[in-house]
């Protein structure tokens, strides 16, 4: 069974305090690894897939990278509209309709 | 562009009543998910469509949940009869294409009384 793992729980930033989240995974067989990120009383937005090991995609202050095992979502320089939950998801190629969640990082940014 | 709707946003309700919850996907996306949000399980996906076809419903947690979709705008999962366990978020996502980003929507607050 797909499992994804996320750490920490939680994380307190200063703003403009760069840091990274993890995203580790069991997957038979990746098909892509998704970042979303999801602020209170909405659904989750898509930010990036990832497909293979070594790829990395940049958004803003957001840059997600990917190795065999596991992912990070690294922020840099982040202001306080970067708190948000950030949830990782798999989707496996034996069940590629199928996005498994880990339990999502939350994020809290100070001014 | 419009994203993925869905109504009401919140649904408050005493247990044994049924509840239908609706869902218009992005338009032109061909695959429709529903999914179950809950502190204490995340996200977990219930079923899905392909071209208005149900396609693995094995999430839906018991025969008190069923999901239909009539057409490719429209689809709606209903609960009968509800019961307090069935108190979460339900967040309806379309996708283009299998291997392509899921778009939700804002979700569905339900509580079961």
């Known amino acids: 069974e797909d499992q994804v793992t996320q750490s920490p729980e939680a994380l307190r930033l200063q703003e403009g305090e760069s840091s990274s989240l993890n995203c580790s995974y069991t997957?038979?067989?990746?098909?892509?690894l998704f970042w979303y990120r999801q602020d209170p009383g909405k659904g989750p937005e898509f930010l990036f897939t990832?497909?293979?090991a070594g790829e990395e995609k940049e958004k803003e202050r957001l840059k997600a990278t990917l190795t065999k095992k596991e992912s990070f979502l690294h922020i840099t320089a982040p202001k306080p509209e970067d708190s948000a939950t950030y949830l990782c998801?798999?989707?496996?190629?034996?069940?590629?309709?199928?996005?498994?969640f880990g339990a999502g990082t939350t994020v809290t940014v100070r001014a | 562009d419009a994203g993925v709707i869905q109504s009401p946003r919140h649904e408050v309700t005493e247990m044994g009543q049924e509840v239908t919850l609706r869902c218009k996907p992005i338009?032109?996306?061909?695959?429709l998910f529903w999914y179950r949000q809950t502190m204490m399980r995340g996200l977990e996906l219930l079923i899905y469509?392909?071209?208005?076809?149900?396609?693995?419903d094995s999430g839906m947690p018991e025969d008190r949940f069923s999901a239909k979709m009539p057409n490719a705008s429209f689809s709606t999962l209903k609960i009968q009869p509800s019961e307090p366990r069935d108190s979460a978020v339900y967040f309806c996502?379309?996708?283009?294409?299998?291997?392509?980003?899921?778009?939700f929507g804002d979700g569905t607050r339900l509580s079961i009384l």
């Open positions: 996502a379309s996708s283009l294409a299998i291997g392509q980003p899921q778009h």
């Open positions: 997957v038979s067989g990746l098909r892509g």
């Open positions: 990832l497909y293979s």
């Open positions: 998801a798999v989707q496996a190629r034996t069940n590629d309709y199928k996005l498994s």
């Open positions: 338009s032109g996306h061909d695959y």
């Open positions: 469509f392909n071209n208005n076809v149900p396609i693995d």
